[in-house]
């Protein structure tokens, strides 16, 4: 089969082997700004505005994506090789594969090489949503205070570079800034990221930023910028150099970056676009009033349930989460944890079957052709933690129910944190706070509370001494038994 390039003119050459947008990209106008170009962004929201564009009355739609970190250099790279084009790969529970060229990134722009270009962007009168994929780390929260971490040294450097920003906060702030003194008219700021109230938290952080860097701007925003909370979810791990081998070995498509996903996908809005959106309903997202008891159940039972995976399954040597869920012992002790100690706190929820959710929930992560890295799911625990595992144990504990599981699964976190599996490998741990970690599993081996001392992270658990308890007989149990026989215990009691 001959091989082709992944870029514009190519497009008609492989037209018989993939879907290809029908519309023209050479119409398209950015109406969405999206931060953070990741694999999920583009498994996600740049799918559903590719549908979108289908119809061309969205033509004003398409999407600018920023690139904002120096680590995100090379996706850019690959964009602008590509014309912002790329392949998505979804790959069904049967190994079936769906390929699609998504074409709704008509722009991109490298933020550390032009941060004029993207304030302007922001700031651009046809630009009429900002939406935000930046990882649940990237809000600057202290977690032990709820509060903006002012003391971060990017934070304070924003501050005294307004033009030259480095964090997200302080793109906005110039950005909001510009749209105020030009009259370019509100704008909504969307996050799509795994934080419960997730619009809220946004809204908290930035307007926190600017009540410290420029105060003057806090009125116009309070009347002219919307921050909507949403739910997103698809299961898309890191791409590997087979994913791009496969494709051209089945397509013929030399992609540098193609995505690959699970074909479950949600996103669910609450409706609050101050300055238009598009008709986003056609393509399958979900509007809805209050997000919050969506976002509580995705983030409890899903994201928390990779996380039990992950770091239970890394800890006995798995790679991949549908490894590790085969094992049925990490199957049960996970049917328990969900049963038991997420779902009780889940009461709030209306009109969603919480049994299939999770019966569909266990059939995707068993998904063996997504093949879903664990040292992706491990990586920023510390950031996940608080959001995933978190409210799960204060909903618990202030019910005065069982924390077993959860704190089992914090218990092998601290031994985790010590880089070594049970099968005595070294473990790429990869999180902002790995110096702390390790520095309190190093602690923890002689006093298991040490680690759940890290306020950032676990805020005050460590006083509560129903949890201590629990936590403290599980460390030391791993210790001596391992994780598997630790949880067939558990699992038969
Ligand atoms: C995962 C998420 O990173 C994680 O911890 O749980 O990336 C998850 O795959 C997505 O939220 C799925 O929607």
Redesign the pocket.
Known sequence: MKQYKLNSSNLSAISERVALPNYNRKNITTGIVHVGVGG?HRAHEAMYIDQLLEDASNANWGICGVALLNFDQKIHNVLKEQGGLYTLVIKELDGTLTKEVIGSITEYLFAPDSPTAVIEKMADKATKIITLTITEGGYNLNEATGEFNYENPTIVHDKNNPAEPKTIFGYLTQALAIRKENNNGPITILSCD?IEGNGHVTKKMLLSYIAFAQPALLPWIELNVSFPNSM?????PATIPSDIALLLETSGIEDQWPVVCESFQQWVIEDDFIAGRPNLEAVGVQFVKDVAPFEKM?LGL??AG??VI?ILGSLMGYNTIDEAIHNPEIAKFLAIYLDNEVTPTLNDLEGVDLTQYKKTLVARFSNVYIK?QIE??C?ETSA?MPK?IMPTVQGQLAANRSVSHAAFVIAAWAIYSLGVNEKKESINIKDALQEVLFAKATLAQTNPVAFIQIEAVFGTLSTSASFVAVYTKSYNDIMAYGVEKCIIELNSN
């Open positions: 999920f795994n997103v979810d698809r299961i898309t995705k899903l994201n990779h996380s992950g879903d992706r799911i990586s996940k995933f």
